[in-house]
């Protein structure tokens, strides 16, 4: 019988004839699988764009650059 074939019923009636030590071998590896599929399917975070584009702000005082921002919206 192919992998694909065997019910989920099938296969826990075939880990349970397992001996303890070979469970758990068997849980960890499949919690790898789960946590490998998990990070290939993960959302980015907004965190990552942290200090994207720092070196265009370099040499530039930020609350110098907010004050200009704000009397520019007093036209």
């Known amino acids: 019988m192919s992998p694909s ?3 989920y ?3 826990l009636m075939k880990v349970q004839w397992l001996d303890p030590v070979e469970q758990l071998r068997l849980l960890e590896e499949l919690a790898v699988i789960v946590r490998h599929r998990l990070v ?3 959302h980015h975070s907004i965190l990552e764009l942290q200090g994207l584009g720092k070196e ?4 530039i ?3 110098e650059y907010v004050d200009q921002e704000r009397a520019s919206w007093n036209g």
């Open 5 to 7: 074939a065997m019910t």
């Open 40 to 42: 290939s399917q993960r």
């Open 61 to 63: 005082d930020a609350q």
């Open 56 to 59: 265009i702000w370099r040499g």
């Open 9 to 11: 019923d099938e296969l």
